[in-house]
């Protein structure tokens, strides 16, 4: 069993995976990789000019001062090769007392050597050396274009400059002193918090447990949409058991040679039982976890299934008294496959999801603590603008409001700055140069006029916080911003119809001081009409269909996202869907032409103040309506 209270030395450095405990010592000059093949190719060339030079250590003489040697007798010994002689003479080398060596280079042309023999000339045998040009030609240059179109086809196959065999572990142990994220570093996921809390317990005391006969558990997995905080909290579960934590993607398991990932896993749990108690954490699980037998690939012997068989082999496994925690994250849990969601697996799933008004707070509570803020920043008005954010959108919206900020010289970030990093977020970047003319001003002053006028005058709309005719983005040209009061979780069917007013209410502010509609309200109409097509089909609020509803969608995508609908009703219904939508549109249509009508002095008031200022404040509408109505 681990021992309860597993501490590191915290100068200890970050250690790769597959290298001994002693890796971190630098490695002797001769012993680097890199310096190998270099000192292999320096001793073939020193091997090759020295050789020769040790073998003409010996005295060279002309062939023909060794032809006289010979005839007077004065060779003792000799080796003969295809190109030299070399030997000994009778005659004492004064300077070692040993009989004197030699050396000759023999001739190819006997029949020259011959000749000169005769004459008594004195004649050197000299060969043309050329091995540097046969090493270049015949080993270096060859070698050298296969290794550059080695080098070519791996940079292209492996991109970002990694080799397409790269078949190494890339799993990192964090030592501890790396993993200073705690829980106060993690808000707007408390229920998640309190889940976690019991295993960092585990962590610690692994025993207490094992007292009661039970174990901690084996996996805990993570989901929920993209942005909620998974990773922050997993390293925050670390931080705070102070115990190793092995982090790694689930696509970093796959490479191109089958058999790689599942290698990989059986390191990774090979490694984290040796380091125990400690956390795994494999992030998008959903690249090897996927649900087999689906797809193409239907054999089972991908890499990917090959992968996920070794990962359930080894969860399967290892002794759960060990300390080792296996944590995932996924933003699509419903891929998974069945077998690692059952029990002895991932024996809890924790739910990461967006976080509520309070949440939105807390979390720019932190990513605001370091920042300079100026005394009018509102952080509760910024979090009820930003419904349904999560962590990383709200981080976002605080860094683009700091590089406003920058922008305009200020020294401190003003609610300004993030009033208009918000709409950057939402709509896009503002366009005041765009080439909008004076009459497509006009007009968008008058539409979001009309949606301004219908939400101050229907019972349940939230209160208008900002109206704007500032494009943004591609095609936004104005909007009108709601804040709501309460944090809302349901609808009722009087809200849903009040909001189909407001949509509404663009178009016929239109069409009541123009006489005509533009292309501006398509999106409103789209929005519009999916609300009422929603209260049809899904939600029973119709008379005429009753409580039922029509359409079945499989959920392929986490918290909501659908596929395209299954049809499951007749054609003779599908009319009467139709024309119960058409309905609540129309009458929806005809409560904001009563608005406009009744109202058309503010209407008036509204769309002049706007077209001239651009952008007004919920406490500028309330003025101006109140003048009007005055």
């Known amino acids: 069993m681990a021992k309860a209270n597993f501490k590191r030395d915290p100068k200890e450095p970050e250690i790769e995976i597959n290298k001994p405990d002693h890796a971190d010592k630098p490695n002797p000059f001769w012993k680097e990789p890199k310096n190998i093949l270099w000192l292999y190719i320096l001793f073939i060339i020193l091997s090759m000019w020295i050789w020769p030079s040790l073998q003409m250590a010996k005295v060279t003489i002309p062939y023909s001062e060794f032809q006289n040697y010979l005839e007077k007798g004065e060779v003792t010994e000799a080796i003969v090769s295809d190109r030299f002689i070399r030997g000994s003479l009778k005659e004492i080398d004064p300077a070692t007392g040993k009989p004197r060596q030699f050396v000759t280079l023999v001739p190819q042309n006997n029949e020259v050597a011959?000749?000169?023999?005769?004459?008594?000339?004195?004649?050197?045998?000299?060969?043309?050396?050329?091995?540097?040009?046969?090493?270049?030609?015949?080993?270096i240059i060859p070698f050298g274009l296969l290794f550059l179109l080695w080098a070519w086809f791996a940079r292209r196959m492996g991109g970002m400059g990694q080799s397409f065999l790269n078949i190494g572990n890339k799993v990192r142990i964090h030592a501890e002193e790396d993993l200073k994220v705690t829980f106060d570093d993690v808000a707007g996921a408390d229920e998640a918090k309190e889940e976690l809390r019991e295993v960092i317990n585990f962590l610690k005391n692994p025993q207490e447990i094992s007292k009661l006969g039970g174990h901690m558990p084996k996996g805990v997995l993570l989901m929920g949409p993209p942005g909620t905080g998974k990773t922050l909290l997993a390293r925050a579960v670390a931080g705070e058991s102070h115990v190793p934590f092995f982090n790694i993607s689930g696509s970093e398991f796959i490479e191109l040679f089958v058999g790689v990932g599942a290698a990989r896993v059986r390191e990774l749990f090979n490694q984290a039982r040796q380091k125990a108690p400690c956390i795994i954490f494999i992030d998008e699980l959903d690249a090897i976890g996927g649900a087999r037998g689906v797809g193409p690939s239907m054999g089972g012997h991908d890499e990917r299934e090959q992968t996920l068989n070794q990962l359930l082999t080894e969860m399967d496994?290892?002794?759960?008294?060990?300390?080792?925690?296996?944590?995932?994250?996924?933003?699509?849990?419903?891929?998974?496959?069945?077998?690692?969601?059952?029990?002895?697996?991932?024996?809890?799933?924790?739910?990461?999801?967006?976080?509520?008004?309070?949440?939105?707070?807390?979390?720019?509570?932190?990513?605001?603590?370091?920042?300079k803020l100026a005394p009018d920043v509102d952080l509760e008005v910024i979090a009820k603008r930003t419904p349904g954010f999560v962590g990383a959108d709200l981080a976002n919206i605080c860094n683009e409001a700091a590089i406003r900020a920058v922008r305009k010289n200020h020294d401190q970030i003003t609610m300004e700055d993030f009033e208009e990093a918000i709409d950057r977020v939402i709509a896009g970047p503002e366009k005041k140069h765009t080439g909008i003319t004076q009459e497509e001003k006009h007009r968008v002053a008058y539409h979001e006029s009309g949606h301004t006028l219908v939400a101050k005058n229907v019972p349940t709309a939230e209160p208008v916080h900002k109206v704007s005719i500032i494009p943004h983005g591609v095609a936004a040209l104005g909007y009108t911003l709601q804040l709501p009061v309460h944090e809302k979780f349901l609808q009722t069917e009087q809200e849903l119809k009040d909001q189909i007013a407001i949509l509404m209410g663009g178009r016929v502010a239109e069409e009541v001081v123009f006489g005509d509609v533009s292309?501006?309200?398509?999106?409103?109409?789209?929005?519009?009409?999916?609300?009422?097509?929603?209260?049809?089909?899904?939600?029973?609020?119709?008379?005429?269909?009753?409580?039922?509803?029509?359409?079945?969608?499989?959920?392929?995508?986490?918290?909501?996202?659908?596929?395209?609908?299954?049809?499951?009703?007749?054609?003779?219904?599908?009319?009467?869907?139709?024309?119960?939508?058409?309905?609540?549109?129309?009458?929806?249509?005809?409560?904001?032409c009563e608005i406009m009508q009744s109202k058309r002095n503010v209407l008036e008031?509204?769309?002049?103040?706007?077209?001239?200022?651009?952008?007004?404040?919920?406490?500028e509408v309330d003025e101006i309506i109140q003048e009007a109505e005055g």
């Open 114 to 139: 011959k000749d000169l023999l005769e004459h008594d000339v004195k004649f050197t045998v000299v060969y043309e050396d050329n091995w540097f040009r046969d090493l270049l030609l015949n080993w």
């Open 317 to 371: 496994g290892f002794d759960t008294s060990s300390g080792v925690v296996v944590m995932a994250a996924t933003n699509r849990p419903e891929i998974l496959d069945k077998a690692l969601l059952r029990a002895g697996r991932f024996d809890r799933q924790i739910v990461v999801d967006k976080p509520d008004l309070k949440g939105r707070v807390e979390i720019l509570k932190i990513h605001t603590r370091k920042m």
């Open 519 to 592: 292309s501006g309200a398509a999106n409103d109409l789209e929005r519009a009409s999916e609300i009422a097509r929603q209260m049809v089909k899904k939600m029973g609020m119709s008379k005429k269909l009753g409580a039922v509803t029509f359409g079945k969608q499989e959920q392929l995508a986490f918290l909501g996202v659908a596929s395209q609908e299954e049809r499951n009703y007749s054609e003779a219904t599908a009319r009467l869907i139709d024309d119960e939508v058409k309905a609540l549109i129309d009458e929806g249509y005809r409560r904001a």
């Open 605 to 619: 008031a509204l769309a002049k103040k706007l077209e001239s200022q651009e952008v007004l404040s919920g406490e």
